[in-house]
């Protein structure tokens, strides 16, 4: 059982079991209860057996990148094992797509805007959310995208996510400077809060 109050991070990318350990000791430490996780079998494995130990809910991501939407309906069709299918879009088609398609949770984007106001409402009703990753240390213009990209999405009145989309321990965020980026954006700390502690749970069944 995962509390309502759990934190959330939806991306992380351990490349082998040892990281995929140390990601979710460190993970356990920082607080998060829910943790997405994409990577091969073995890290995958890993990352389960690790969460199981501590109590944290562990789910197997996907995401799927393509500027075509033949492609995508067909990587859809082969995505059933996953717990959290996610869209990185790479044209408006598949955008569009992602957001119809009930089988999508999350559409890993910068710029929501490419969604019409009815696809946007749709998406919502569907329980998914924008992804947003958050930006790596040092990386000023990530930085910037992060925080115009959240200020659009808000706008636009789409759900938001915040993902450290780490590769290893040291990638993740705690939770509180996570949702205190919302804040930087100009955004009142309750939406921030939202990104890391409620919005996922339109994703992903918690209980």
């Given at each position: 059982m995962v509390s309502g109050r759990a934190a959330a991070d939806l991306c992380v990318k351990p490349g082998s079991p040892s990281a995929a350990e140390s990601i979710v000791r460190r993970a356990a430490e920082l607080g998060y209860g829910v943790l997405g996780v994409e990577a091969a079998?073995?890290?995958w494995e890993a990352a389960k057996d690790t969460c199981r130990e501590l109590g944290i809910?562990?789910?197997?991501?996907i995401t799927l990148a393509s500027a075509s939407t033949s492609r995508v309906k067909k990587m859809l069709r082969n995505a059933k094992r996953a717990d959290i299918v996610a869209v990185k879009p790479e044209s408006i088609g598949v955008a569009r797509l992602a957001a119809r398609d009930g089988r999508v949770k999350l559409v890993v984007a910068h710029t929501?805007?490419?969604l019409d106001r009815s696809e946007r409402r749709l998406f919502n009703l569907g329980g998914g959310a924008v992804e947003i990753p958050l930006p790596r240390p040092g990386r000023a213009q990530e930085f910037r995208l992060f925080l115009a990209s959240v200020r659009r999405a808000v706008?636009?009145?789409?759900?938001?996510v915040?993902?450290?989309?780490a590769y290893d321990e040291w990638g993740l965020w705690p939770p509180a400077s996570a949702a205190s980026m919302a804040v930087l954006a100009g955004l009142p700390v309750r939406i921030g809060l939202e990104f890391v502690y409620a919005n996922y749970r339109g994703v992903v069944r918690c209980g």
């Open positions: 079998q073995d890290a809910r562990c789910l197997r991501r929501p805007s490419f706008a636009s009145g789409l759900r938001v915040v993902s450290s989309h």
